[in-house]
Every structure is written in C-alpha cells, then in structure tokens.
C-alpha cells in the first residue's frame, strides 16, 4: 500500500508486481492522499489514510482493502499537515499512529494523544517519538514508552528549529530527522 500525492492511494496484493488505484472518499471535492497505511495478520484488510489539503484534512479508515471508507475526524484546520505519520506498530497490528490519535482495537475506537507521533521505533511499537521547542525555539525530541501515553524522556535540544521538518525515522540505535535544504 501507498500513496502518491494527488494520485491517491495505490495497493498491490501481488507481491508488489502490479498496482492498482484505491478509490477514496473525496474530502471537500478534494482526494489527494496526504498518507495511508495498511495493517498485517489481523489487520491486513485495514487502511487508514489522510484525504484533503494541506492545511484541511481528515482521516478515513477502511476495513474492506479499500471498497468502503469512514471518516474517523472532523475536518482538521492547524494549517500544518497533522499525519506525518500513519503507522501500525510492528509488535501489535491492534495499535495504529496518525498525528495526535491512537487506537489500540484495530481502527474501531480513536483516542487523542498529548503529543503528535511523528516516529515509530521500527522494532518496539510501544516507543514512540514527537517534536517540539525548547525556550530559545531549539528543536527538541521527546520519547514515550508507553504507547504515547506519557512522555518522560526528552533529549537534549538539537542545534535546528523545528520549522523545515519533512521526515523523523527512528531505528533501534538513532533517530533521524530530515529537514528542507538540510538534510538529516
């Protein structure tokens, strides 16, 4: 499963030697995809995706492959694409990331979060990552364990502001961030 900008969602069910559109509920008069993820075992048949604009959207949750959609938000206005990531956990395909809401009953029941997930530990779905500023505008990352319940670790702040941000990736050893015309 992907996504391609204003092309909309794309899933292959052959290995990924061919691919086909998944059609969408328009949000607006407007279908771009703005993210989408597809679980595994249980999940399998479930796609969570992000429709709209850059400054308006809302999330859709399909449980048929892609036949039939729901909206699971409200049209979203902070003026700063909210679904920088959509992502089931690699540990539990119950537990789904978008922004600042998590499920953990496969995409049935949502719940806010105090932070937006912007990373995933790849191996540990339980750890999970988020961006914010310290006093003096200096990017930080903060870490939770538990699912994003409670964020008690904060690194220290990095030598960048969190304006420019496109990417955050984490691995089991780093963390990467990834900004406009700096790299990571």
Sequence with gaps: MGSIDERGNFL???GADTFANVE?????NFDQSLGVAQGYGPTASVLVSAIGRDTRQVL??????G???????EPDTVGDWPWRLIAFSPTDPQVIYAGRLRTMDGPESWTALPREVVAMHSRNGDVVFALGSDGE?????SRSNDKGSTWPVTCPALPTTRSGVIRVAADPDRLYVAKWGEGL
């Design 12 to 14: 292959t069910e052959e």
């Design 24 to 28: 969408s509920r328009s949000f607006e």
């Design 60 to 65: 859709q949750v399909c449980r048929d492959s």
């Design 67 to 73: 036949r039939s959609w729901r909206m699971v938000t």
């Design 137 to 141: 505008g200096r990017l930080t990352v």
